[in-house]
């Protein structure tokens, strides 16, 4: 889905990770005020708003809390919302990876930071997804935004402005270009937090851990993140 023109508003769906916070320095820096939307669906830990809060605080820019927390219960057989799957351990594409899927959750966070776009005025939804993400994550695929931006304007006819948009500036991009990009424009990497684990430190062996010390590595850029040794028996 390729950008068109630079929004004036966008409403950000932000995890508290390394993509969507390059992302929202990324549209900062080119001028675009930005809302940031957080999400609690009954993941797995939410360690990670409070990350998303800190840095909203380093960006100064608004951000709110979505509270969806029942739906972890229907949304099962995810290992990010389930506590009785096992977080899979090893590389980010491999197959067992699949077991981090949660059903349709993409397509719902979208829908909502459209509602609330609408709400706000803003000419834009904004997501950090990545090319990284098309091998597992159907919800992350160009033909999915392509659907989901077509959704939000038929949605919102007539409420919507004409030259609204559904902004993934990196969907045919890696994580290392992430990574990269963030380090040209001095994002704080050590203020992200990726892990699928809540631990004190990054687990260093979960997928998001494995692609996440990657990128640094092929973009070669200098990791900040701490992560924990890597116990006996997991794949890194």
């Known amino acids: 889905m390729p950008r068109t023109a630079l929004p004036r508003h966008a ?16 549209l900062r820096s080119e001028g675009v ?7 609690n ?23 709110d809390v979505v509270d969806l927390t029942s739906l972890g219960r229907v949304l099962g057989g995810s290992a990010l919302t389930d506590p009785a799957i096992a977080v899979p351990l090893g590389h980010y594409r ?3 990876m699949r077991s981090t899927v949660v059903p349709n959750r993409n397509a719902i966070l979208l829908e909502i930071a459209a509602g609330a776009a609408v709400a706000a005025g ?5 997501f950090g997804a990545h090319a990284g993400d098309h091998a597992i994550y159907p919800d992350c695929r160009p033909e999915f935004f392509t659907l989901i931006e077509r959704s939000m304007k038929a949605g919102n ?10 902004v993934a500036p990196f969907l045919n991009l890696t994580k290392a270009d992430i ?40 973009a070669g850029v200098s990791d900040p993140t701490l992560y924990a040794p890597v116990q006996k028996g997991a794949v890194r």
């Open 122 to 126: 803003a000419d834009a939804v904004a």
């Open 179 to 218: 990574v990269r990009e963030g380090a040209r424009l001095g994002v704080p990497f050590e203020m992200t937090w990726s892990c699928y684990e809540g631990g004190e430190m990054h687990c260093g062996a979960c997928g998001t851990c494995v692609e996440r010390r990657e990128a640094f590595e092929e």
């Open 41 to 63: 669906y009954g993941q797995r830990h939410v360690k990670e708003l409070a990350y998303a809060a800190n840095l909203a605080d380093q960006l100064g820019v608004s951000h």
């Open 11 to 26: 409403v950000l769906i932000f995890s508290g990770g390394l993509d969507s916070a390059v992302t929202a320095y990324k």
């Open 94 to 96: 491999a197959e067992t």
């Open 157 to 166: 006819e007539g409420h919507i402005a004409a030259d609204f948009q559904l």
């Open 33 to 39: 005020t930005l809302s940031l939307l957080s999400f």
